[in-house]
């Protein structure tokens, strides 16, 4: 069964900016929780495009496990598409929409996944995990983007480990 999860938020920052941040992927290691222990596989520098292969690491549930996706849609500043090709779900594309709104920016996450054991898992684990994930991303967004103009630092491009 496929299930969709939707979140946005405001950043007071132009498109284009927080467009930057998002489109480097090494940044998405500053806005997801630490108990998932992720981090980007793939050396810098990535080069985003549509079909871009990006691999990662995490551990969920204390289980380690590799993630792969590529970039299926690529339209700076507006919007892009990552797909998992191989990871914890049977499907996992993450939609990410950027409009202008105001003086900022509205960020919306759109997520259509499926999970092993269907409806049952996603109620008792899986919806939950991913509504705490996305909280912790809101978190980090609004204390990146909240502070001085110009103070988004860029991300650290380590070598994998």
Known sequence: ?????????????????VFRFFADAFNLEEITPPFLSFRVLTPAPITMEAGTL?????????IPLRWRTRIEVWEPPRRFI?????????????????????SGTRV???????????????????RREVT?????????????FNGPEGSVAPAQHPEPI
């Open 82 to 102: 990552d797909l998992q090709l191989r990871g914890p779900y049977r499907r996992w594309e993450h939609e990410h929409l950027f409009a202008e709104e105001g």
């Open 132 to 144: 705490r994930i996305f909280a912790y991303r809101r978190e980090r967004l609004e204390e990146i």
């Open 1 to 17: 069964m496929l299930h969709t999860f939707e979140t946005d938020i405001w950043l007071p920052r132009k498109r284009t900016d």
């Open 108 to 126: 919306r996450d759109r997520v259509r996944y499926e999970v092993p054991c269907g409806r049952l898992i996603d109620r008792l684990f899986v």
């Open 54 to 62: 990006i691999d990662y690491r995490l551990r969920l549930r204390g």
